[in-house]
């Protein structure tokens, strides 16, 4: 790495520290002017980095994404990460490099998405500076039946992502939404590239996008969308540790843990819904969520309809 990117990894990732130019300039084999030359390009570049007679620091108020920040908090990953300042959509990009051998655990990262997707045909807010927009190529080597869990998998790994980083406390709206009381603040999207006379998979893209601090939403959305909103969050280390979450759950899709989680952290089980079955809108009880991910729910008449797939919302709110 170059020296700003060096100096860079220390700073950010000890907020609470000063570091000396001469210490810096010893650690590096450089002059004291090559540090502070470096540490005013990245003060240029938007940085918040304090100087005082104490030395640097780097403020943890700063939440520029910065690849060797995101790469200083994971160093045991070794796939690629590609970031973009604006992007139409990290998973319409992530299929254009999906059919590459080698696109396995690559992670895509945009600051801002012109045309970011929901599920279907949805679109996703994604305001530059306020959230977080990436998607996660997994090439499973797998037929597409063995990958239904691959939702269930990146909501948790968002919901444990978010709970280790922040003091916020996300639950899982079925099928892939998360919401803090009753506002979204996450939606995932999941495609599957597959060889269809064949059955397999070719690869699978998790897109996640997270409303970090947000506050301005369209009115269409106004009432329903909301944001972590926990200052002290680094959409840096957030990157790191989601990344992580999701490559750890998608290689235990049949661990029983990962269902328990999920049903430990839904939003919905107890609560009356109104959902949809066969063109029809009815309202029930969700009971339980069985090991496919699909919903159990007591109908008017007590009897138990399992729903695998379509869109709820919560009647009793």
């Not at 600051?111 to 090439?139: C, V």
């Not at 009753?182 to 064949?198: N, Y």
């Amino acid at each position: 790495m170059s020296l700003k990117s060096n100096i860079l990894t220390v700073l950010s990732t000890h907020t609470d520290t000063f570091y000396s130019g001469e210490s810096l300039a010893r650690e590096f084999d450089v002059s004291r002017a090559a540090v502070w030359k470096a540490v005013h390009a990245l003060q240029d570049e938007g940085h918040r980095i304090e100087s005082s007679g104490k030395g640097y620091r780097y403020l943890p108020s700063n939440d520029l994404l910065n690849k060797d920040i995101i790469l200083a908090c994971c160093p045991d990953i070794a796939y690629p990460l590609i970031i973009f300042d604006t992007v139409n959509s990290t998973n319409t990009y992530a299929k254009t490099i999906a059919s590459d051998p080698d696109a396995h655990g690559t992670l895509i990262v945009a600051n801002h998405q012109t045309a970011g997707r929901g599920r279907r045909g949805h679109t996703f807010y994604s305001p530059e500076d306020t959230g977080l927009y990436m998607s996660l190529i997994i090439k499973p080597g797998s037929r597409i039946q063995e990958m239904l869990r691959v939702t269930v998998a990146a909501a948790v790994a968002a919901v444990e992502a978010i709970e280790q980083t922040s003091d916020a406390r996300p639950q899982i709206k079925w099928v892939n939404d998360l919401y803090i009381g009753r506002k979204k603040i996450a939606g995932i999207l999941t495609e599957a590239i597959s060889d269809f006379e064949s059955g397999d998979l070719d690869a699978v893209i998790i897109g996640i996008g997270i409303n970090i601090r947000s506050t301005d939403f369209p009115e269409e959305i106004e009432n329903i969308a909301g944001a972590i909103n926990d200052p002290s969050l680094s959409r840096n280390r957030l990157t790191a540790v989601l990344w992580q979450k999701l490559l750890y759950w998608t290689q235990h899709l049949d661990s029983p843990e990962l269902m328990e989680l999920y049903r430990r952290k839904s939003l919905l089980i107890g609560h009356s819904i109104v959902y949809e079955i066969s063109g029809e809108r009815k309202t029930g009880t969700v009971c339980a969520i069985n090991d496919s991910g699909n919903l159990a729910i007591q109908d008017s008449s007590g009897r138990e309809i399992i729903l695998s797939s379509g869109e709820v919302s919560v009647k009793d709110w």
